[in-house]
């Protein structure tokens, strides 16, 4: 299952003839391709597949991997896992820094007051001149 950040790249606009001209493979293939669930293409209400841009990025990518570099469709399949497996830890990461981030400026804040606070408690008091009471 692939992680998908909502862009207008993600808009379903192709029919499989033209998504696989536009991939540089056969309709066949894309089929294959989403049999072994490499690509998800949505569908419309009429049940035809619709592929999107990011489909399109994507099957060029399966197209690169397979005929340019080799990799067999069992390494596409973990190749894209670990895609996926980066961009949610980046999302996750990108929450925790807003989280740091907010609590670092909470605890500025916090410590601002406190100091703020200790302030009128505290007084000056040169060296020697210390003033002791006397014992009565």
């Given at each position: 299952?692939?992680?998908?950040?909502?862009?207008g790249?993600?808009?379903?606009?192709?029919?499989?003839?033209?998504?696989?001209?536009?991939?540089?493979?056969h309709p066949q293939t894309l089929r294959v391709y989403e049999r072994k669930q490499l690509v998800e293409p949505q569908r419309s209400a009429g049940n035809t597949r619709l592929y999107s841009e990011s489909d399109i990025e994507r099957l060029r990518l399966i197209q690169q991997l397979t005929q340019e570099e080799g990799?067999?469709?069992?390494?596409?399949?973990?190749?894209?896992?670990?895609?996926n497996q980066i961009e949610r830890m980046q999302i996750e990461l990108e929450c925790a820094q807003e989280a740091s981030t907010l609590t670092e400026r909470r605890l500025v804040t916090e410590i601002n007051a406190v100091r703020q606070s200790m302030r009128a408690d505290m007084?000056?008091?040169?060296?020697?001149?210390?003033?002791?009471?006397?014992?009565?």
């Open positions: 299952m692939k992680i998908q950040r909502r862009t790249k993600d808009r379903p606009l192709y029919m499989i003839s033209v998504a696989a001209e536009l991939a540089g493979m990799v067999n469709l069992a390494g596409v399949m973990r190749i894209l896992e670990l895609q007084v000056h008091v040169p060296k020697g001149r210390i003033v002791r009471r006397s014992k009565e």
